[in-house]
């Protein structure tokens, strides 16, 4: 069996049971399942590699304990197990390791939402068929995993933590993360920005034990949502993570600005917060006077500039109102225009993030330490023959062949005007009052003729469709009366 047909013959079992309603409960009820699987399995392979190694679960709440034989226990007894030991044990766990506490920040909010005893038997014998230390399986897996995510949409909000992989992927590239960097996402979500950087850092850079070392050591990562918490440590688990301690369930912007110290600072941020969204009241207060607003992407966007370190760079998502705004918006693009160089700005199509969200977005890429001169845009464009992109038809990396052709490499070199890339001085921007909403100056503006003349001619389409509906009023009543 795939682990696709796995993965949806459990689905299905999850919809018989009366206690798992809709797609956030079931994904939930099948992460901290998953979890439980991988954590195993990985510390099974660590028993054998370390000799002093611990695993973080005691060994009676441990999947191999209860789960791993298929005629193990079940129906009742299952569940008064999973509900009076195995829940109330990891939520008050003993975080005397990071293990330990990354155990127990993913079930501090996670909840069963099974109610029979029998399907979750079902359920956790499926489970099983999965081996995380076999290398097929699990990259198999991740591809699932990945597709588990893109089924977010049916679960609320799920653009608020959803980024098309191919964007992600984008970005972590031209960013260019190298082992021995810290990294840091504010607004994690699932981990999709950080999968990305660890699979180009790995593939490009990982070369010895001491790489794979200084690129586990250089991550950092909040999230405030608990399934989507729980999705990105199961993730970094997944992507063989030793210590996924290092994503917080957390709120960044719960912490006062200036009490982000030099010693936090990061060398890159990669990162899509949270926009359209308002913070709750008091949030804005921990920022300062010139700074406050309750818009999420703003708030994030000023903290971000604090805590790049001088030569850091930055990689991030943000709406088009955060490119025209006014007022903290407009003081907000004046102080990332002083602090830092923003050297590229990738304009997206609004159908990037459908069905999340029909916006149009921003990649803003910028390094700390200098200020602006000059800013490149490059407008990125739904390929020939598609209208729009959509759920059946995303964006996808190869779409961004042309722009990662024109970037000219970690440096920039070469960038050319073209028909999609144009450069614009700080000074042009500053007199426009920072208005980075900046379109194409080669697309010729389609022609739809003097505004009078279209005016006239709508009053004589009008007046014509009354007469014939006069026409045929007179022609309806004529046949009736016969």
């Known amino acids: 069996m795939s682990v696709r047909t796995l993965v949806k013959s459990i689905q299905d079992i999850m919809r018989q049971d009366s206690g798992v309603d809709g797609d956030a409960q079931r994904i939930s009820q099948l992460c901290w399942m998953f979890f439980l699987k991988i954590i195993d399995d990985q510390d099974q392979e660590l028993e054998l590699l370390k000799d002093d190694y611990r695993p973080p679960i005691p060994a009676a709440l441990q999947w191999r304990a209860w789960a791993a034989d298929p ?30 506490r990354t155990v127990r920040s993913v079930f501090e909010d996670a909840y069963n939402y099974m109610k029979s005893g029998q399907l979750m038997r079902q359920v956790v014998n499926k489970i099983n068929a999965v081996d995380f230390n076999d290398l097929s399986d699990r990259q198999h897996f991740g591809d699932i995993y990945e597709q588990i995510l893109n089924d977010l949409q049916s679960a609320g909000n799920a653009g608020e933590y959803y980024t098309p992989r191919a964007v992600t992927s984008f970005m972590a590239q031209m960013i260019d993360p190298k082992p021995g960097e810290t990294l840091f996402d504010p607004a994690c979500g699932t981990g999709g920005f950080l999968t990305c950087a660890i699979r180009h850092m790995r593939e490009r850079y990982v070369k010895k034990p001491h790489d794979e070392w200084m690129l586990q050591n250089g991550l950092h990562a909040v999230e405030k949502k608990a399934l989507p918490h729980m999705l990105c440590v199961t993730n970094m688990l997944l992507h063989g993570i030793e210590d996924p301690s290092f994503v917080r369930h957390d709120n960044t912007l719960a912490r006062p600005y200036i009490s982000w110290t030099r010693d936090e600072r990061v060398d890159i941020v990669l ?30 966007l000023a903290l971000i500039i604090r805590l790049l370190k001088p030569g850091g760079r930055a990689a991030v998502v943000l709406p088009d109102g955060s490119l025209f705004g ?142 014939l509906r006069d026409q045929l009023r007179a022609i309806l009543t004529e046949a009736l009366v016969r």
Request: with cysteine.
């Open 71 to 100: 005629e193990g226990i079940t129906g009742d007894e299952l569940l008064s197990f999973v509900n009076d030991a195995l829940f109330p044990g990891l939520k008050n766990l003993v975080p005397t390791t990071p293990r330990a």
């Open 271 to 300: 990162t899509n917060p949270p926009f359209g969204g308002r913070e709750e009241d008091g949030i804005e207060s921990n920022f300062p006077q010139h700074f406050r607003t309750r818009e999420t992407a703003d708030l994030f």
């Open 326 to 467: 006014e007022g903290v918006k407009t003081r907000l693009k004046e102080h990332l225009m002083e602090e830092c160089n923003l050297h590229t700005i990738v304009r997206l199509p609004n159908s990037v993030f459908k069905p999340y969200a029909s916006i149009g977005t921003n990649l803003l890429f910028f390094e700390k330490g200098a200020p602006t001169t000059e800013t490149w845009f490059w407008e990125h464009r739904v390929p020939e023959g598609q209208k729009a992109y959509s759920m059946t038809r995303p964006i996808r990396l190869e779409h961004l062949a042309d722009c990662i052709a024109w970037w000219g490499g970690p440096l920039r070199e070469g960038r050319e005007e073209t028909e999609r890339g144009w450069k614009v001085s700080a000074e042009e921007i500053k007199a426009r009052g920072c208005n980075l909403d900046i379109k194409n100056p080669h697309t010729v503006e389609e022609d739809y003729g003097d505004p009078e003349a279209l005016l006239n001619d709508l009053t004589a389409a009008e007046t014509e469709v009354a007469a």
